[in-house]
T-cell receptor
Framework: AQSVTQLGSHVSVSEGALVLLRCNYS??????LFWYVQYPNQGLQLLLK??????LVKGINGFEAEFKKSETSFHLTKPSAHMSDAAEYFC?????????????FGKGTLLTVNP | DGGITQSPKYLFRKEGQNVTLSCEQN?????MYWYRQDPGQGLRLIYY???????QKGDIAEGYSVSREKKESFPLTVTSAQKNPTAFYLC????????????FGPGTRLTVL
C-alpha cells in the first residue's frame, strides 16, 4: 500500500523568502510522485511530477522538487516566495506500472505568504 | 479547449434529497475519478472508472453512486444515505498507459441544508 505524509498543515513565509514544503511517501514499488496546487474554490493544478530519470524536477511558477529515494522524500521548494504562491499544496504518489491509475494524496499544506 | 467541466459550481439541497453532480471531459481519457474534499483531510476517493460501463468503489463510497455510460461522462449521485454530504467534490481524469497524472475539474461545492 502507498501513503503520503506532508509535514506541516500550514506553512507561513515572507515574500521573497525560501519556500520549503515537505513530503514523505511510502510505496512498495518505484513510485511516481506529483505536486499539485489548489487555489481557493478551484480544482487542482499539476505543478510538477517525477516519473523516471533526473531526480530534480522543475515545474511551473518557479517550483522544483527533488526525489530522494534513500529518504523516501519529495520536498517542494521555491527560492523566492511571491504573494501569488499563497494556496494549498498537495503531494501525491502512485505506483509505477500500476493498472488502476489511482493516486494517493497527502492531507495538504496551506502556504501563506506575508508581505 | 480540452478539459474537464463540472456543473454546477455551487449546489444547495435539502436534507433527504438525492442530488447528481455532473462531470464531463473532452480529453479522450479512459479513467475518471470522484473525490471528496473536506478541510484538513485532503482528497478522499469516492469512486473511479477505468472503462465505460465499469467502475470501482474508492475509500468512501457509502452513500454515493455513479454511472459510466459514456467515455466522456461520469456523474456522481449523492444519496440521502450519505450522512454528511456537505463538501467540495472534485472530478478528475487520466489516460491509460501514461504516468497516471490526473487532470482535475473546477469542483462543485455541495451544501445540504
Amino acid at each position: 500500500a502507498q501513503s503520503v505524509t506532508q509535514l506541516g498543515s500550514h506553512v507561513s513565509v515572507s515574500e521573497g523568502a525560501l519556500v520549503l514544503l515537505r513530503c514523505n511517501y511510502s510505496s512498495s514499488v518505484p513510485p511516481y510522485l506529483f505536486w499539485y496546487v489548489q487555489y481557493p474554490n478551484q480544482g487542482l493544478q499539476l505543478l510538477l511530477k517525477y516519473t523516471t530519470g533526473a531526480t530534480l524536477v522543475k515545474g511551473i511558477n518557479g517550483f522544483e522538487a527533488e526525489f530522494k529515494k534513500s529518504e523516501t522524500s519529495f520536498h517542494l521548494t521555491k527560492p523566492s516566495a511571491h504573494m501569488s504562491d499563497a494556496a494549498e499544496y498537495f503531494c501525491a504518489v502512485t505506483e509505477s506500472g500500476g493498472s488502476n491509475y489511482k493516486l494517493t494524496f497527502g492531507k495538504g499544506t496551506l502556504l501563506t505568504v506575508n508581505p | 479547449d480540452g478539459g474537464i467541466t463540472q456543473s454546477p459550481k455551487y449546489l444547495f439541497r435539502k436534507e433527504g434529497q438525492n442530488v447528481t453532480l455532473s462531470c464531463e471531459q473532452n480529453l479522450n481519457h479512459d479513467a475518471m475519478y470522484w473525490y471528496r474534499q473536506d478541510p484538513g483531510q485532503g482528497l478522499r476517493l469516492i469512486y473511479y472508472s477505468q472503462i465505460v460501463n465499469d467502475f470501482q468503489k474508492g475509500d468512501i463510497a457509502e452513500g454515493y453512486s455513479v454511472s459510466r455510460e459514456k467515455k466522456e461522462s461520469f456523474p456522481l449521485t449523492v444519496t440521502s444515505a450519505q450522512k454528511n454530504p456537505t463538501a467540495f467534490y472534485l472530478c478528475a481524469s487520466t489516460t491509460s498507459g501514461g504516468f497516471n497524472e490526473q487532470f482535475f475539474g473546477p469542483g462543485t461545492r455541495l451544501t445540504v441544508l
